[in-house]
C-alpha cells in the first residue's frame, strides 16, 4: 500500500537548484525512452536495453551536477554574507 506523502523538506542548499534544468533532462529521458519502446518493437531488444542504460547514468549523472551547482551557490552565498557580517 502506498503511502501519501505531505510534506517534503527541501535543504536550503537546494532553494537555488535550476528546476528548468532538471525538466529538460526529464523530457530528454522520456524522448529516449520512446526511442527504446520504438527499437524494441522493431526487434531490437539489445540497442533498447543499452540505450536505457546508458540514458539513466546520463540523466543521474546530470541531476547530480544541477545539484552540485546549486549547493556551490549556496555556500559561494553564505561565504559572502558571512564576510559581510564580520568585522574588517
Do not use: F
Request: charged share 40%; with cysteine; glycine share 8%.
Amino acid at each position: 500500500m502506498q503511502k501519501k506523502v505531505r510534506s517534503v523538506r527541501v535543504p536550503v542548499e537546494l532553494g537555488s537548484i535550476d528546476l528548468s534544468g532538471i525538466m529538460k533532462e526529464c523530457e530528454q529521458y522520456l524522448r529516449d525512452l520512446e526511442s527504446a519502446t520504438l527499437l524494441k518493437s522493431q526487434g531490437n531488444k539489445e540497442a533498447a536495453e543499452a540505450l536505457i542504460r546508458t540514458r539513466e547514468t546520463e540523466l543521474g549523472k546530470r541531476i547530480g551536477r544541477l545539484v552540485y551547482e546549486a549547493r556551490v551557490r549556496y555556500g559561494g552565498e553564505k561565504r559572502r554574507i558571512e564576510d559581510d557580517i564580520s568585522p574588517a
